[in-house]
């Protein structure tokens, strides 16, 4: 087993309340290497039909996305974390300094931070003949203002050990058809570069995992038959996946790695 040296520490990780999420599945893994977890979630109502819930599929994940916590939460009291659960909204300044406010009330600071939260387009509105100003407005201030203002306050708030993991896409370079989530993602790998070069006489770390195709429960059978055999390791990545690697750029051991962008999917979109 290795030692990760997060024992105690305090992460704080958005976008938590899909069971079958990246935030949910880095959240226990904090958990489990005995980290305090503060999670924070928003919910996005989207249509879906509650009949098709029950299989992998754009209902299940818009279920998922339009509720709360409750099952994140049960996983972490059936391991006995210590965690603290927040609704808040991460595009609003004064919305984070809340959240830093209740984590210090309750741990006292924060240590690691991981940028995950994000949305999309739900209506394909996201080419550039179909692109509209609220498409764009409401992806920038989540996926960009929203971590941006989550790693200010970090920044302001610094004790004597600071990690910080963004969460773009393996395509965010080039994503037809998803243009401003695109964009957004490659303005994220853009700012952890420039972040980690301004915050390193702190000590802190600044780095992006990019994953590939991710089963968060929104893929569904025919989706999967057409993605992954553009996957050169012949599967869709695992949540898990995601978080051991986030894992790995919180520890100890990476104290020297800082403005990298390291892509977890199995060799797609290299």
């Excluded at 290795?2 to 309340?17: E, P």
């Excluded at 240590?111 to 209506?123: K, Q």
């Excluded at 920038?140 to 990690?163: C, H, P, Q, W």
């Excluded at 802190?204 to 992954?228: F, H, R």
Aim: some cysteine.
């Amino acid at each position: 087993m290795v030692d990760y040296g997060l024992k105690d520490r305090v992460a704080l990780v958005t976008g938590a309340n899909n069971p079958r999420g990246i935030g949910a599945a880095t959240a226990l893994a904090f958990a489990r290497e005995g980290a305090k977890v503060v999670l924070v979630y928003k919910r996005v109502f989207r249509p879906f039909d509650k009949n098709k819930t029950d299989r992998n599929g754009i209902d299940r994940y818009y279920e998922a996305n339009a509720g709360n916590a409750d099952d994140v939460e049960s996983k972490l009291k059936e391991i006995n974390a210590d965690y603290l659960v927040l609704e808040s909204d991460i595009s609003n300044e004064d919305s984070v300094r809340e959240i830093y406010s209740r984590a210090a009330e309750r741990f006292g600071r924060v240590d690691i931070l991981v940028n995950n939260a994000a949305v999309d387009d739900e209506n394909g509105l996201d080419t550039i003949e179909t692109i509209t100003q609220n498409v764009i407005d409401e992806t920038f201030a989540v996926n960009v203002r929203g971590s941006l203002l989550m790693t200010r306050e970090l920044i302001k708030r610094r004790g004597d050990y600071g990690r910080i993991i963004n969460i773009s896409t393996d395509a965010s370079q080039v994503f037809a058809g998803q243009i401003t989530y695109g964009a957004s993602k490659a303005t994220l790998e853009a700012l952890t570069r420039s972040v980690a070069l301004e915050v390193a006489k702190y000590g802190i770390t600044v780095n992006c995992v990019a994953p590939g195709p991710t089963q968060t429960g929104w893929i569904d059978a025919d989706l999967e038959k057409t993605v992954v055999p553009l996957i050169p390791m012949g599967q869709l990545i695992r949540p898990e996946d995601v978080a051991e690697t986030i894992l790995f750029l919180a520890s100890e051991q990476a104290r020297m790695i800082t403005g990298q962008v390291i892509k977890v999917s199995g060799g797609h979109a290299l």
